[in-house]
Each structure stands twice: as structure tokens, then as C-alpha cells.
């Protein structure tokens, strides 16, 4: 248990569904991030939030929408996805910028299959 | 950009026996960290190295970090069946701000009973 939380575990949606992931961390940490991981590729940094402000895209399709209402929360809105964007989505959260060796907290990850 | 590079990217070996898996980055580092990753999960932080430093243990865990080589080293000794996981390197490099941790495409280890 690492004190970041994700949910769902698992998701199966159509193209045209809109759905949510949501994430949350009572650490009191001050980052957080979104990571997709594919099969058979490095995970890729999707979103970073600093106090609550974006602060990489990393050039995200726009299907893709995060939100983090408070500095506890992140949430990755979904809506027409593709059948590639099928992956293992995973949330972390930091206390410090890993420039100064601040280590990531990871979430279980939601599992997500577009069908 | 994909920052940090697994080697080898699959290893087997028998229960006992020490793991070692290399880490190759591109760019200036100030630090270095391995995680590790069972099967569909979250990752785990295990270590974390400075770029001054050149060796570090913890537990069973040793690690290397060779900055003129742009390289590092994770060794697992006496490895377990419980260590079989992925196992990944991250690095704070690829952008000024240094609020990311990029990571490679990790090496999966498995350990036989």
C-alpha cells in the first residue's frame, strides 16, 4: 500500500463512451502525475500538476483531459478514445521535483481496455 | 524522449543466484532511481542514487552509478522467487523545470524457484 489510490482497477469502454479515471493521495505530497504504460513500451509521462497547476503536457492527445481540483485529487477525463489507447494507466504522486530526488508513490494503476 | 535504457530487457536466472541489470541514460542526471514493478501493478521506489554518488546498498539491493559512462547498475544478490518483477531505472533529467522522472523500458527478471 503506498497511499495512492486509483480507481477504477479496471475499465472497458466503447469509442464514443466518456469516462474518468480518478486518483488520490492523502500524503500530503505536492505533485502528481499521470503515466500511460503500453505493452512493450517505456511508460510514458502523460500530465505532471505542481500545487495543482499543469505544468507538462508532453503533447497529450486532446482526448485525453486531466484535472486536479485540489492537491489529494487527480482525475484523467476520457472521451473517444481509440483502441490503442488501451493500457495500463498509472497515477503518482511526490513530495519533492525528483530534480532534488524527490521518489514517485505509484497507484495500482487502472487497467484500461477500449473496445 | 525516452531518458533511461534497460539491459538486458529479459533475464532468468535460478533462485540464489545475483541479478544484475544496467541502466544507460543520454543526459545530465542529478539523480538516479530503480523501481520495481510486479506483474499489472504499481510501481515500487527501491533506491535512489546521487550523481556524486558511485555505489549504494540497501538490503540485497547494490547500486552503481557511473556519470562519465552515463550508466548504471542494479544488483539483486541472493535472488528469490518473490523478486521476479519488472525493474526500471528513472532519471530527473529532459526538462529544465526538473519535475519529471522519465523511465526506461526496464528489464523483466524472473527468478526460478
Known amino acids: 500500500e503506498t497511499g495512492v489510490t486509483q480507481t477504477p482497477r479496471h475499465l472497458v469502454m466503447g469509442m464514443t463512451n466518456k469516462k474518468s479515471l480518478k486518483c488520490e493521495q492523502h500524503l500530503g505530497h505536492n505533485a502528481m502525475y499521470w503515466y500511460k504504460q503500453s505493452a512493450k513500451k517505456p511508460l510514458e509521462l502523460m500530465f505532471v500538476y505542481s500545487l495543482e497547476e499543469r505544468v507538462e503536457n508532453n503533447s497529450v492527445p486532446s482526448r485525453f483531459s486531466p484535472e486536479c481540483p485540489n492537491s489529494s485529487h487527480l482525475f484523467l477525463h476520457l472521451h473517444t478514445l481509440q483502441p490503442e489507447d488501451s493500457a495500463l494507466y498509472l497515477c503518482?504522486?511526490?513530495?519533492?521535483?525528483?530534480?532534488?530526488?524527490?521518489?514517485?508513490?505509484f497507484g495500482q494503476g487502472t487497467r484500461l481496455t477500449v473496445v | 524522449s525516452q531518458q533511461g535504457e534497460e539491459d538486458p530487457q529479459a533475464l532468468s536466472i535460478q533462485e540464489g543466484e545475483n541479478a544484475t541489470m544496467n541502466c544507460s541514460y543520454k543526459t545530465s542526471i542529478n539523480n538516479l532511481q530503480w523501481y520495481r514493478q510486479n506483474s499489472g501493478r504499481g510501481l515500487v521506489h527501491l533506491i535512489l542514487i546521487r550523481s556524486n554518488e558511485r555505489e549504494k546498498h540497501s538490503g540485497r539491493l547494490r547500486v552503481t552509478l557511473d556519470t562519465s559512462k552515463k550508466s548504471s547498475s542494479l544488483l539483486i544478490t541472493a535472488s528469490r522467487a518473490a523478486d521476479t518483477a519488472s525493474y526500471f531505472c528513472a532519471t530527473d533529467a529532459d526538462n529544465n523545470a526538473g519535475n519529471m522522472l522519465t523511465f526506461g523500458g526496464g528489464t523483466r527478471l524472473m527468478v526460478k524457484p
Open positions: 503518482a504522486s511526490s513530495q519533492e521535483a525528483p530534480l532534488v530526488g524527490g521518489k514517485a508513490f
